[in-house]
């Protein structure tokens, strides 16, 4: 074995001393420290990361029920939010119209408090028409001579889409059992 690889120190001195008759050597010095460099500073990253827990406020959980006169609501996107953290919770209602909120991880809740409410019921967006050749002389890139898309509507009243306008509120209580907020909605 040759004696440049027996002792690290060595390794290194005979490095330096070897650049100055095989310039490449130069190069792949840089490299070689470059990538132990990355390689320590992601190391260093990475024992940093998890071990303790977030600072993160506790949440509770939340569901309900979301009814347009009387009928369930189907694929509504339903946001809670804390009226002084301005904290938010999302839930989606299934064909049932029933929801359940998330803030950090899916459906642990909200935190406690009161919450200002809005409800919004998008449809999915219409199949998107297929794009011309990119070849042909009347090729044109999409948006070009084009209107901007219309912004997408509610199929609900515009009223619920936001917490200022919706008159819906919900308080969520840290008394250990789930919090039920039925949400009634009118035309």
């Known amino acids: 074995m040759p004696g440049y690889l027996q002792n690290g120190s060595a390794f290194f001195s005979n490095v330096r001393l070897a650049s100055r008759f095989h310039p490449g050597w130069s190069v792949m010095q840089r490299s070689v420290s470059f990538t132990l460099f990355i390689s320590c500073a992601l190391t260093v990253v990475l024992a940093g990361c998890g071990g303790e827990k977030l600072n993160r406020p506790p ?6 029920k979301v009814t347009l006169s009387g009928k369930p609501v189907a694929n509504a996107d339903v946001t809670f ?3 002084e953290s301005k904290r938010a919770a999302f839930g ?4 049932e119209g029933v929801y ?3 803030t950090f991880a899916a459906n642990d809740g909200a935190v406690e408090g009161k919450h200002s409410i809005k409800v919004v019921d998008i ?7 297929a794009l ?3 070849e042909s002389p009347e090729y044109q890139p ?3 001579g084009q209107d901007t898309m219309p912004k ?3 199929n609900l009243p515009a009223k619920y889409s936001d917490p200022a306008t919706s008159g819906l509120f919900g308080v969520v209580n840290a008394d250990g059992g789930e919090n039920v907020i039925d949400l009634q909605l009118t035309p």
């Open 59 to 64: 949440v509770f959980k939340v569901t309900g």
């Open 81 to 83: 939010i804390h009226d």
């Open 92 to 95: 989606k209602t299934n064909a």
């Open 100 to 102: 359940k909120l998330t």
């Open 123 to 129: 449809p999915a967006p219409a199949a998107t028409p």
């Open 132 to 134: 011309a050749d990119t």
């Open 142 to 144: 999409p948006g070009i």
């Open 152 to 154: 997408p509507k509610s």
